[in-house]
């Protein structure tokens, strides 16, 4: 057995309360206790050789508990979604009398528009959302209810592969949209009620015809 690693076991039977609270770390305080076999003397050479040492890793400790709960409060059912590429997004639309001009998209995946959403004109639109393919409600399991509801959806907060796609409301696996919960009557703990929450789509709605999200709570 390695001289330092009997010395540590010795010092943890010798002394149990005292090895757990200082922990051990310094082979120079080490070799001083078995020189002197002084315990109190020991414990303030600890401190003084760590008590800067252990301030800091307190606050980076601290600093690493606050990143994690922050981390925990937003954690998502589905973390990770597969890249999608802009021609599986988009499909090139020609334009122009002799279909020259090739400037125009036509999205292939479902997309939420608003109630007063009104089109450009046609010669200037340059992302074309197919009204076959707009969705206005979304199915949303209550995770702790273990309930699903048909819910209107207010809004596309994020969708993970592009802010371009945030933008025009395109909803894919992964993203994350607002829908309408009134109706679940819902209470802040002020008494005030929900109005939206935040859900994350769960399914791919353009395969499944249907949007399938869980709620964030």
């Known amino acids: 057995m390695p001289k ?6 010795f010092l943890k039977e010798l002394f149990p309360p005292i090895f757990w609270i200082v922990k051990v770390t310094s082979q120079q305080l ?14 303030v050479l600890y401190f003084v050789f760590f008590a800067g040492v252990s301030r800091s890793k307190v606050l980076s400790n601290m600093i690493k508990q606050k990143r994690k ?15 999608m590429t802009e021609d599986e997004m988009f499909k090139i639309m020609r334009s122009g ?28 639109e340059r992302y074309i ?26 809004s596309v907060k994020k969708n993970p592969q592009s802010g371009l796609y945030t933008s025009l409301g395109v ?17 802040t703990q002020t008494g005030k009620v929900v109005w939206a929450k935040y859900a994350q789509v769960k399914n791919d709605p353009e395969i499944d ?5 869980v709620l964030l709570v």
């Open 30 to 43: 080490v070799q001083y206790f078995f020189a002197k076999r002084d315990v109190h003397q020991f414990i």
């Open 129 to 154: 959302r197919p009204s076959s393919l707009r969705f206005k409600k979304a199915h949303v399991t209550h995770p702790e209810l273990k309930t699903t509801f048909c819910l209107d959806i207010v």
């Open 4 to 9: 330092r690693k009997s010395q540590k076991m």
């Open 97 to 124: 009398k002799r279909k020259k001009k090739a400037w125009k998209r036509v999205v292939n995946k479902i997309t939420f528009v608003g109630d007063n959403f009104t089109r450009k004109n046609p010669k200037y």
């Open 69 to 83: 709960e922050k981390a925990g409060k937003w954690a998502v059912p589905v973390p990770k979604v597969r890249a």
């Open 171 to 187: 909803i894919t696996k992964g993203t994350i949209i607002e829908v309408n919960v009134s109706e679940l009557g819902l209470v």
């Open 209 to 213: 015809g249907c949007i399938n999200a």
